[in-house]
């Protein structure tokens, strides 16, 4: 998956979105990216050509802490910085 952030925005992509509470409860087992960004979530799968706006930082949906990254799992691989749509972004 793909991770970039900015002071108030987020963008998650993961290929396969089983594991992500969200995603797997709409689509699961399809590719999900999750955007974070003026005030609201948003959820698209690409490969269905389906988008929605899932739900507010009001409600606890902003964007992740920077503690989020502890990777208890060891699952996780730092790749480094790569930019999305203009702007760098650290990738795991």
């Known amino acids: ?3 970039a952030v900015s002071p108030h925005s987020e963008l998650i992509t993961l290929l396969d ?8 409860h709409y689509h699961p087992g399809v590719g999900c990216s ?4 003026e005030g609201w979530k948003y959820l ?9 706006k899932c739900c507010s930082f009001a409600y606890g ?16 691989q730092y790749i480094g910085i790569q930019t ?9």
């Not at 979105?17 to 797997?24: K, T, V």
């Not at 698209?44 to 929605?52: I, K, M, V, Y």
């Not at 949906?61 to 996780?76: D, V």
Request: aromatic fraction near 10%; charge should be neutral; charged fraction near 10%.
């Open 44 to 52: 698209a799968f690409p490969s269905l050509r389906a988008c929605c």
């Open 84 to 92: 999305f749509n203009g702007q760098p972004g650290d990738t795991w």
């Open 61 to 76: 949906c902003g964007p992740l802490g920077p503690q989020w990254l502890s990777n208890a799992t060891g699952n996780m």
């Open 17 to 24: 979105g089983s594991r992500e509470h969200l995603c797997s």
């Open 1 to 3: 998956g793909v991770f």
């Open 34 to 37: 999750i955007l974070s960004t």
